[in-house]
């Protein structure tokens, strides 16, 4: 029956979704939630699959463009290391969003506000703190006029279940937010 359609998936995101989330098993959340959220919440995600589906900032030329341009900041900076992008799912973007508009930094119907549809991980080769410092410095001259100076978070000097990592958040005139893991 749709009901328990809809109390069954409510509990694989609310319950299962958070467990996988909590064990650090990111994409395995993402499935959970993408699979539950029609059932959970079917109206808006038409929408919002639209919407992501949509989104310039998921074209093939986008992502390419700055997975070269940040590699060529590592590299400029002389840190060895790679790059990796993620994409957030349509739950985890849909949930964003509306805590955004509650907060009113956006509105229910704009999605360039969300930092992490796609995310730009640079992946440091060796343990070292202070490159991963000069790193930002150098993302954040590139970025410059563009930051987001709300969005910074230093889980570094403040790990979190084991995640460490500097994120910073660009906002691309045209396109959207887009967030910076170092």
Same mark, same amino acid.
């Given at each position: 029956?749709?009901? =328990?359609?809809?109390? =069954?998936?409510? #509990? ?5 979704? =958070?467990?996988?989330? &909590?064990?650090? /098993? ?10 539950? %959220?029609?059932?959970? #919440?079917? #109206? ?8 992501? $589906?949509?989104?310039?900032?998921? *074209?093939?030329n986008f ?9 060529g900041l ?7 290391? *790679? ?11 849909? @949930? ?13 119907? $704009?999605? *360039?506000?969300?930092? @992490?549809?796609?995310? %730009? ?10 490159? /991963? ?7 954040? =001259?590139? %970025?410059? +006029?563009?930051? $987001? ?9 403040s790990p979190?279940?084991?995640? +460490? ?16 893991? &170092?």
């Open positions: 029956s749709p009901a =328990k359609q809809w109390a =069954k998936a409510n #509990e694989a995101i609310r319950a299962y979704g =958070k467990l996988a989330g &909590i064990l650090n /098993c990111y994409r395995w959340r993402r499935w959970i939630e993408d699979m539950a %959220f029609p059932y959970a #919440e079917p #109206e808006p995600y038409n929408n919002v699959r639209a919407q992501i $589906d949509a989104d310039p900032r998921l *074209s093939v992502i390419r463009y700055y997975l070269n341009e940040l590699a590592m590299t400029s900076e002389g840190i060895r290391g *790679s790059m990796r992008f993620t994409v957030n799912g349509y739950w985890q973007a849909w @949930d964003k969003l509306q805590q955004m508009a509650r907060s009113h930094r956006t509105s229910l119907n $704009d999605y *360039s506000a969300v930092n @992490d549809i796609v995310s %730009f991980r640079m992946l440091v080769a060796e343990q070292d703190e202070m490159a /991963c410092y000069r790193l930002l410095a150098r993302v954040n =001259k590139y %970025f410059s +006029r563009n930051l $987001d100076q709300d969005r910074f978070d230093d889980y570094i000097a979190q279940n084991g995640y +460490r990592a500097l994120q910073v958040t660009a906002y691309l005139p045209g396109t959207g937010a887009i967030e910076i893991a &170092i």
